[in-house]
């Protein structure tokens, strides 16, 4: 801080001075011996700590849960209930659907009565109107020139 902002003088400051109190090493005591049964011999773990000591101690087994307990069973009523509604909304789905396509096909099947009368009903007229009143003339193409009758039309 700037000598400006302080009020006090750095004579006036009390200084505290704080010593670290040393933690004494825990009290090592050998492991007890706890008689085993043979074929359950538990795991023995060592691990060198960083002054140098071996530390050895068994693994501890993990906490357990608690199984879960069971969900009560649902009754078979509700599932014929619940499949059959799924079922007759299927089915309805299904008419629907099905309703639709018979409609889509019979619009389908009306356009196309309807184009075979038009072409029909087009190389009918050109029979019945394309003679033009009974003159009959010889067509000859030659080299794409068109000679009808004595007249010359390329």
């Given at each position: 801080?700037?000598?400006d902002h302080n009020p006090k003088r750095p004579a006036q400051r009390a200084v505290?001075?704080?010593q670290p109190t040393?933690?004494?090493p825990p009290a090592v005591h050998p492991a007890p011996v706890v008689p085993v049964q043979p074929g359950t011999v538990p795991t023995v773990a060592s691990?060198?700590?960083p002054n140098g000591r071996v530390v050895t101690g068994y693994a501890i087994d993990p906490a357990r849960t608690e199984p879960v307990a069971a969900k009560p069973a649902v009754s078979r009523a509700a599932v014929n209930v619940a499949l059959g509604g799924v079922g007759f909304l299927a089915v309805c789905g299904g008419l629907l659907l099905l309703t639709s396509f018979i409609a889509a096909l019979s619009a389908f099947v009306a356009q196309l009565v309807i184009l075979a009368a038009v072409v029909f009903g087009g190389w009918l007229a050109v029979q019945v109107l394309g003679t033009n009143g009974g003159s009959s003339?010889?067509?000859v193409n030659?080299?794409?020139?068109?000679?009808k009758r004595n007249h010359f039309h390329s």
């Open positions: 801080m700037h000598a505290e001075v704080h040393p933690i004494p691990i060198v700590l003339g010889t067509t030659i080299r794409r020139a068109v000679f």
